[in-house]
C-alpha cells in the first residue's frame, strides 16, 4: 500500500513536469509532452484506474495463478522428497533382509556341515566297530582251527610214535583235555 502511494505521488509530480513543459511547448512548437494540467490530470486518472482494474481483475488472479504453482511445485518436491526417504528406507529394509537370508543360509549349512561331520564320525566308528569284531571273530576262528590243527598233528603224532591208534573217543578226550591245558596255560 505505502508503495502504491508513492507511486501516485511520483506520478503526479511528473505529470506535473509535463504539463508545464507542456506549456512552454506551446511557445516554442509541437512537442509529444505539450498539453495542459487538465490533460495531464485525465491521463493519471485513466493511468490509475487500469491499475486499479488490472490490478482487480488481472493482477491478483495472477498472483493467485503463481501461488497455486508454487504450491504445487512445493507439493511435488516434498512428495518427491517422500519418496525418495521411502525408497531409502525399502532399501535399507532389502539390504536387511538379504543379510538375515544370507545369514540363515550360512547358519543352516554350518548346521548341516556339523550334522554330516557327525555322521560320518558315528559310521567311521560303527565301521570301527564292526571290524574289531569281525576281527576278533575271525581271530577265535582261526585260533581254533589252529587249535584243531594241532590236535590233529597230535594225534598223528601219537599214532606214528605209538604205532597203533587209540579208540576215536578216548583220542578225542585226551586232545580235547591237552587243549583245555594249553589255553589255561597261555590265559593264566
Not at 511528473?14 to 498539453?35: H, M, N, P, V
Not at 493467485?64 to 517422500?82: F, N, P, S, V
Request: charged content about 30%; some cysteine.
Amino acid at each position: 500500500m505505502k508503495t502504491l502511494k508513492t507511486f501516485l505521488i511520483t506520478l503526479f509530480i511528473c505529470a506535473d513536469a509535463l504539463a508545464a513543459e507542456g506549456q512552454a511547448g506551446k511557445s516554442g512548437g509541437g512537442s509529444i509532452f505539450s498539453g495542459s494540467f487538465a490533460e495531464s490530470l485525465w491521463t493519471v486518472a485513466a493511468f490509475v484506474l487500469l491499475l486499479f482494474v488490472l490490478g482487480k481483475y488481472a493482477w491478483k488472479p495472477l498472483l493467485k495463478a503463481l501461488k497455486d504453482r508454487e504450491e504445487h511445485i512445493r507439493g511435488q518436491i516434498d512428495a518427491a522428497e517422500h519418496s525418495r526417504k521411502e525408497a531409502q528406507k525399502m532399501r535399507e529394509d532389502i539390504e536387511q533382509r538379504r543379510t538375515q537370508i544370507l545369514q540363515d543360509a550360512t547358519d543352516r549349512a554350518l548346521k548341516h556341515e556339523q550334522e554330516l561331520t557327525e555322521a560320518a564320525h558315528r559310521k567311521i566308528s560303527e565301521i570301527r566297530q564292526q571290524a574289531a569284531q569281525d576281527i576278533e571273530k575271525a581271530r577265535a576262528s582261526a585260533e581254533d582251527q589252529l587249535w584243531e590243527q594241532a590236535g590233529d598233528i597230535m594225534l598223528l603224532l601219537g599214532k606214528k610214535v605209538l604205532g597203533r591208534v587209540i579208540a576215536e573217543g578216548d583220542n578225542k578226550q585226551l586232545i580235547d583235555a591237552a587243549i583245555a591245558e594249553l589255553k589255561s596255560d597261555k590265559t593264566g
